[in-house]
């Protein structure tokens, strides 16, 4: 089971840092909502019909409906936040920043599911927040406030995992995931209604200008890419869906930490940043709380194997 699960949720990772990268690239020149709308559009038309093939309508039925739309509204708001941040952030930081939410992960499902907590667990919850503080760097003279977006985008992803994680007791991956990429449908329609002539926008600020600024017909040099976000959508909703209804929360958050390697990579690559001393020293230290949660849950699987054979 936890294989598969951690198989799931690597994939699901890949196609997270290739879609950041991509939208990012973007972010000069498109609305957000409207680059949400068209991602959602094609992953559910990836999604939908092999689902309705092989269960039919009943794989949209669900007893859940509000916690589906809490979940999916999470998930949303998660992804805005953090979009809107790339605007002005370095890829790399960003990313780092949000992996602030395997630690609220952590911390959430041990007091909305019941999982249980050692002090192991808890010595990595803190190491990952000193990481996040070196990453961050809030004690200069101007502490870049655009850190907020991540911020923010890591504590409603954080819901996020631990609603799917309580969903996946009773939902099938197939309404997790339609449900999931159908709230950016739903999200970013009302925002091309409220926002997407562009009459907000002209705010001088990168992160509200991404969020406000008025729908245009793509390029043709953008299709490609374009359409690239959209397919990922897919691919993303259901790994991340299967990974976590598989596996535990908890557990499986740790791994998580695989996106930094890949996002510093991608961000050296195409735009050419790559963090200060502090920052990576505090990427170190995120991903060493991460190991520390890995090492310590397979000692402690391995002991309890013993312990049934004895």
Known sequence: MYLKAVSFLLLGILGISINDTIIKFLSDAYALHQLVFIRAIIGLLIIVPPILVRQG?????????????????????????????????????????????????????????????GVWRWSAVVIGLIGMICVVQPFGARPELAFLWPLAAAVCYAGFTVTTRFLGRTEGIASLAIYSTGSFLVVS????????????????????????????????????????????????????????RAGEASFLAPFEYVNLP???????????????????????????????????????????TISTEL
């Open 57 to 117: 309508v009943v794989a949209l039925r669900t007893t859940r409906p509000g916690i589906h739309a809490l979940r999916g509204l999470l998930i949303v708001l998660a992804n805005l936040t953090f979009f809107a941040g790339l605007a002005s952030l370095p890829l790399a930081e960003a990313s780092a920043v949000i992996f602030v939410s395997p630690v609220l992960i952590t911390i959430f499902s041990h007091y909305f599911l019941g999982e249980q907590i």
């Open 189 to 244: 329609v009302a925002m091309g209604l409220l926002v997407g002539d562009g009459s907000f926008a002209n705010t001088g600020n990168p992160n509200l200008e991404f969020l406000l600024r008025a729908w245009r017909w793509p390029d043709a040099a953008n299709l490609g890419q374009i359409a690239a976000i959209g397919v990922l959508s897919a691919v993303i909703a259901v790994a991340m869906s299967a990974a976590y």
């Open 262 to 304: 890949l996002v510093l990579l991608w961000g050296f690559l195409f735009f050419g940043d790559f963090p200060n001393v502090l920052a990576l020293v505090g990427m170190a230290l995120i991903a060493s709380g991460g190991m520390i949660m890995i090492f310590r849950e397979g000692a402690k699987r391995r002991m309890d």
